[in-house]
């Protein structure tokens, strides 16, 4: 006779919830931010097993009084600050004007990537301008820092006559091969796997050159992250895997991704790749973590996982309204401070920068802007023309026009 089935407490299943809704507080006052200055910085032959400490800690190295202090200050000289700072003033005054041309109905997406600036401009000015870069959505700081031209970007958004991808594609999908910006993909996550094989490639070649790939931590659940890091540690591809926490999928707290336990730079060390955590907010981190990894790359030592640990200030798209799901003025909370005040403060402790210097600087930048809006909208916007011609639809599917399509474009008169 089978022994009696024991009753037991009844099981239940655990959904991950973030800790406020709209209607409370916001409260940041469990978030463990270790002071500036204080993670280590590792030679960069340190293989992972001997770097579990820096995927939980984070690399910072603005402190709160604007200086740049320990192992990891990459000790930028005054050019390259500049540098920094227009260009991220460039990428907010940037979103600004693209989202209100989309309340005013000239185009019908955007997405903004307020508060995660250092991310995409740190980044692109610390690889080669000949890196591939293999972009989400909310990198257009890349392309901004590599100086390709607004106008080209907005006509893009526009789906204009200018628009170099014809208006195939939805706003922000950009696409440029001569700024090494690999064109964005719908599809969560692809890229990452790809920007591998792309690394894979330049090895094979016995090229130079490095790829760059970045994948939010909402889309880390995607199989493709998977396939990423394995390919990528097998072959030890020269490839920087960046992962952009900001903490928030459209209306899904990082929790449900996997953030609640654990870090998403601990991800890194199961596949035995070298992985931080880094102050997304603190360009002077990001600039210091992706050279590191970039040098890791080039000497033939294989991937690094950046995680970014950073905040969505804004909306997650045009379409989206976070007030229904998290705390109002969550963004503005944000303990790690915004990148751009940080990098400011920064400039003005060291003596070269004033904030009458930074107002000056935030006029022309949006002159620089309003002036490329003006320029790009008289190549047409979405709502008024002038377009691409239909016919330009059928072409590109292959690369000659196969019967079939050539039949459909007769038929469509175009
Ligand atoms: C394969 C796939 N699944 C779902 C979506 C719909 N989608 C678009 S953006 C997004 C959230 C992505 O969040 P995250 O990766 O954290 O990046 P973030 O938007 O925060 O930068 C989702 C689910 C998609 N585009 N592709």
Same mark, same amino acid.
């Given at each position: 006779m089978d022994a009696p089935v024991p009753v037991r407490a009844p099981l239940n299943l655990h959904v991950p919830e973030p800790p406020q809704r709209p209607g409370s507080e916001i409260d940041f006052s469990t978030l463990a931010v270790p002071p500036a200055g204080t993670a280590r910085r590792p030679e960069t032959d340190c293989p992972a097993a001997d770097m579990t400490d820096l995927a939980y800690d984070l690399v910072r190295v603005l402190d709160d009084q604007g200086h740049a202090v320990g192992p990891?200050?990459?000790?930028?000289?005054p050019d390259m600050l500049m540098r920094g700072l227009r260009s991220m003033m460039t990428v907010r005054a940037y979103d600004e004007r693209m989202q209100r041309a989309q309340r005013q109905g000239k185009t019908s997406f955007y997405m903004k990537c307020t508060g995660e600036e250092a991310v995409a401009v740190a980044q692109a000015m610390a690889v080669d301008r000949n890196d591939m870069l293999f972009p /989400?959505?909310?990198?257009?700081g890349l392309l901004i820092a590599r100086d390709w031209p607004l106008v080209d970007m907005m006509c893009q958004v526009f789906s204009n006559a200018g628009d170099r991808l014809k208006g195939?594609?939805?706003?922000?999908f950009y696409s440029s091969r001569e700024a090494g910006f690999f064109s964005i993909s719908g599809?969560?996550?692809?890229q990452y796997s790809q920007a591998v094989g792309w690394a894979m490639a330049s090895a094979i070649k016995g090229d130079s050159r490095i790829a760059a790939a970045w994948i939010g931590e909402g889309a880390t659940a995607e199989g493709d992250f998977h396939h990423a890091l394995t390919f990528a540690s097998v072959y030890r591809a020269p490839v920087i895997l960046n992962l952009v926490n900001?903490?928030?999928a459209i209306s899904s707290f990082h929790g449900i991704a996997g953030g609640e336990r654990t870090t998403?730079?601990?991800?890194g060390l199961g596949y035995g790749i070298p992985s931080l955590r880094v102050d997304g907010n603190d360009f002077l981190a990001v600039f210091a973590a992706t050279r590191w990894a970039a040098e890791r790359a080039r000497a033939n030592l294989g991937p690094t996982l950046i995680e970014?640990? /950073?905040?969505?200030?804004?909306?997650?798209?045009?379409?989206?309204?976070p007030a229904k799901y998290r705390p109002e003025n969550a963004g503005a909370l944000?303990?790690?401070?915004?990148p751009i005040d940080r990098l400011r403060q920064h400039l003005i402790a060291l003596g070269i920068w004033s904030e009458a210097k930074q107002e000056a600087l935030a006029q022309e930048v949006t002159e620089t802007v309003q002036a490329a809006g003006k320029e790009a909208e008289s190549l047409g916007t979405l709502d008024k023309g002038p377009f691409?011609?239909?016919? /330009?639809?059928?072409?590109?599917?292959?690369?000659t026009m196969p019967w079939h399509l050539e039949r459909q474009r007769q038929q469509a008169g175009v």
């Open positions: 990891w200050d990459p000790a930028l000289g /989400t959505y909310r990198q257009q195939r594609q939805m706003p922000v599809n969560l996550g692809t900001n903490h928030w998403f730079a601990a991800r970014l640990f /950073t905040y969505r200030a804004a909306a997650h798209s045009t379409s989206d309204d944000w303990p790690l401070g915004d691409h011609s239909a016919r /330009t639809m059928f072409e590109d599917v292959y690369k």
